[in-house]
């Protein structure tokens, strides 16, 4: 990105982030603001329905993700969600419908109808959906974000836990490889940070698992946080504030079932890039997490 670019994006920022994770709402809003970016938030969007709308009905979540897509497009601008999940399934949708255009019209024609019926305005597919990863790996570039560091984040190895849902829910990814990811490790290694590999940073974390097979979802989860913690990682680092949940707040409850103590702090990305860019602990949230971020914070001398 050039000094004079000015990036501009349509926000979608979720359920999650608005309820039980504040702290990614609060601290995408500081990082942004921070680097310039302005976030025209869709005030009149609806949850994405995190996969489980098409349970029910492809046609409904196709029609509520249209609208929300159109919402974006209605401002000429790219929608940012700062949600795997959203990601997922909006990025998801888009492709469809995107399909439809070019296949199947007469389907698309139906999505349509039914957003006129609400007084909404239909989709054209002049958009496209893009997590704030892409956005800042992919637009802003990581040799700006560089140049903006003034806290180096030196000595701190962080594990990124991507997930599935941004990574493989889409026929189609641009920015990274579905199979061996680079981007978050790449933001790592531009604010400072080293990266931990390990095998469960693309798995699943376990979250859709948690309501009706509880223990195997808090295994899934203890895995991974047991594989990064014995990599040597002071912090796991998500994209995804459905993981955020599976990994942070239950990490207690994760802890009785695999019979083990973890501690493994887990941040939200846009956490960690703020605090290379000078951004103070509590402004982010960093004292909201069930495990305590502490350990991180001293690690840097905070």
């Not at 080293?194 to 940073?201: A, E, F």
């Amino acid at each position: 990105m050039s000094s004079s670019q000015k990036l501009r994006y349509a926000y979608f920022p979720g359920c999650v982030a608005q309820g039980a994770c504040r702290e990614l709402y609060q601290s995408t809003a500081i990082l942004t603001q921070t680097l310039g970016i302005e976030l025209v938030e869709l005030k009149k969007a609806s949850c994405c329905g995190s996969g489980t709308f098409k349970e029910d009905s492809q046609l409904l979540e196709d029609t509520v993700n249209a609208r929300n897509i159109a919402l974006a497009e209605e401002l000429n601008l790219p929608l940012l969600t700062h949600c795997s999940t959203c990601q997922g399934v909006i990025g998801r949708v888009d492709e469809r419908l995107k399909d439809f255009q070019q296949n199947d019209p007469a389907s698309l024609e139906q999505i349509n109808h039914l957003l006129a019926k609400e007084s909404c305005s239909p989709y054209t597919g002049t958009t496209e959906v893009k997590h704030l990863l892409w956005a800042l790996v992919a637009d802003y570039g990581l040799e700006e974000i560089q140049r903006r560091v003034t806290r180096k984040l030196s000595g701190l190895k962080c594990a990124a836990f991507y997930g599935c849902y941004l990574l493989r829910a889409q026929t189609s990814l641009p920015y990274d490889d579905p199979h061996q990811p680079e981007s978050m490790e790449n933001v790592f290694r531009a604010i400072g940070a080293t990266p931990v590999y390990y095998r469960g940073r693309t798995q699943c974390c376990g979250w859709p698992l948690s309501s009706y097979a509880t223990d195997l979802s808090f295994q899934m989860a203890g895995n991974h946080i047991t594989e990064a913690i014995d990599l040597g990682a002071d912090c796991m680092v998500t994209p995804c504030p459905l993981c955020h949940l599976n990994l942070d707040s239950r990490q207690p409850e994760v802890e009785k079932v695999i019979e083990r103590s973890l501690g493994l702090p887990i941040l939200h990305l846009p956490q960690l890039v703020a605090l290379a860019l000078g951004i103070e602990p509590k402004k982010l949230g960093l004292d909201r997490h069930m495990v305590s971020t502490q350990p991180v914070l001293q690690k840097l001398g905070l």
